[in-house]
């Protein structure tokens, strides 16, 4: 018999009784509850900072095409736009990325109704005011250290060891063009976008053999960040909603080959 359990069902059924958690689809297989629900909806993908450019706009079409999304922005009104607009079985919370805390709870919550993430996108972030090094504030430093760095740090402390345990899932951490090279005015974000490269490859030798973690330079698109640090030319570039179109399509793509490798939205 085949049996398919998410991690939570498989420790309920070790500490318990076998009868509790797992449902009998058919006399092949055994599946519990929630990997039922994402058998019938497909993957389930983690998106941080849903609520706005990219984040949202990934939300929008990984639903769109069947899959169930959990997501998070920092406030409860961003968070309740975005659920306002995916609506159920998606999942829009509040959650600050920089805070573990508040990012161990959600991937408990998550974990506990969906079971382990099959699509982990760490795509959180700010970037600081333009302004060079030296008339950077520490706490603008800081911040960007924080959600861009620890942030992404954060949410894989609470949602790999799922994935390890299932020993499957793709984690995709958003760098950019500034991750590889580097321009004047934006010291901090390029610092923190080169940290994740190296913070992706490492991690990338640490997985079991079947995953991957890689680090994304998602392109340059139209959102409130490029507006931040481009000015008006940013409306010379796609918006985010062009942008899924294909990004979508390629982050379902990946899988243990691509495990390591600095990757670009064709
Ligand atoms: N746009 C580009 O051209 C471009 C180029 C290269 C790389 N990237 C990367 O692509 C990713 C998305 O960028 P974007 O252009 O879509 O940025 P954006 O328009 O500024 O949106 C950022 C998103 O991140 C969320 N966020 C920020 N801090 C957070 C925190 N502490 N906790 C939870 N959520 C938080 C925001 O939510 P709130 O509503 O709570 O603020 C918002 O949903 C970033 O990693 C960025 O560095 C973008």
């Known amino acids: 018999m085949l049996t398919v359990l998410c991690q939570r069902c498989l420790e309920i059924i070790h500490r318990t009784d076998a009868t509790q958690a797992p449902l009998r689809l058919n006399r092949f297989i055994l599946a519990c509850a929630c990997m039922i629900n994402k058998v019938a909806t497909g993957k389930l993908v983690i998106i941080t900072g849903a609520s706005r450019g990219l984040g949202r706009a990934m939300a929008l079409e990984f639903a769109r095409l069947g899959h169930v999304v959990a997501g998070c922005a920092r406030t409860e009104k961003a968070a309740a736009s975005a659920q306002s607009v995916l609506g159920a079985p998606h999942q829009v919370s509040a959650v600050d990325v920089a805070n573990d805390a508040q990012v161990s709870a959600w991937a408990a919550a998550v974990i506990a109704k969906h079971g382990a993430p099959d699509l982990l996108l760490n795509n959180a972030a700010i970037i600081n005011p ?12 800081d911040a960007v250290v924080d959600i861009n760095i620890k942030g992404v740090a954060n949410v894989i402390r609470h949602f790999l060891p799922a994935m390890v345990h299932r020993r499957s899932g793709v984690i995709v951490n958003f760098s950019s063009g500034w991750g590889r090279s580097a321009s004047p005015e934006v010291a901090p974000y390029c610092a923190s ?35 931040s640090c481009f000015g008006g030319s940013a409306a010379d570039f796609p918006d985010a909603t062009q942008w899924a179109k ?21």
């Open 130 to 141: 333009n302004a060079p090094l030296w008339k950077v504030s520490r706490s603008d430093f």
């Open 193 to 227: 976008k080169w940290a994740v490269e190296g913070l992706t490859q490492a991690l990338a030798l640490e997985l079991p053999a079947g995953m991957a973690a890689v680090p994304l330079n998602p392109g340059i698109i139209n959102t409130d960040m490029l507006r």
């Open 246 to 266: 294909k990004a979508v399509p390629f982050l379902l793509s990946l899988d243990s080959r691509q495990n390591g490798q600095p990757i670009s939205v064709p």
